[in-house]
């Protein structure tokens, strides 16, 4: 499993309350984000819009995954990507690291 499927799998699991095997595959993350939605989708609407909300899922791209024709799969995708974005945020802006500057630390 690849570093960056390890830290998104985690910070889902966190998010989200949900209990994910050691090694997990990006299409079994997926899958598994998808079940989650559709429960949430089916039975707590409310929850569902303050997850999305607390992702920081993008509201017209949330209104586009919502009018496909499998919702939950594209929705997992969408929270799977923004999460992919926070990961990478956070090793790029990581306190005392810029890239440009490198070559000036001592």
């Known amino acids: ?3 960056i499927i390890a830290q998104v799998s985690s910070a889902i699991q966190q998010e989200m309350g949900l209990q994910l095997p ?3 595959t990006e299409e079994e993350l997926l899958r598994i984000l998808a079940l989650k939605i559709k429960a949430l989708l089916e039975r707590d609407t409310e929850a569902f819009f303050q997850l999305m909300y ?3 899922i993008q509201e017209h ?3 586009d995954a919502m009018n496909t024709g499998d919702a939950p799969q594209a929705i997992a995708h969408l929270i799977y990507l923004r999460q ?3 990961v990478q945020s956070r090793r790029d802006n990581r306190p005392g ?3 440009e ?3 000036l630390k001592w």
């Open 84 to 86: 992919i974005e926070k």
């Open 61 to 63: 791209k949330l209104y």
């Open 22 to 24: 050691g090694m997990i």
């Open 97 to 99: 690291y810029n890239e």
């Open 1 to 3: 499993m690849s570093d």
């Open 54 to 56: 607390r992702l920081d």
């Open 101 to 103: 500057d490198a070559d």
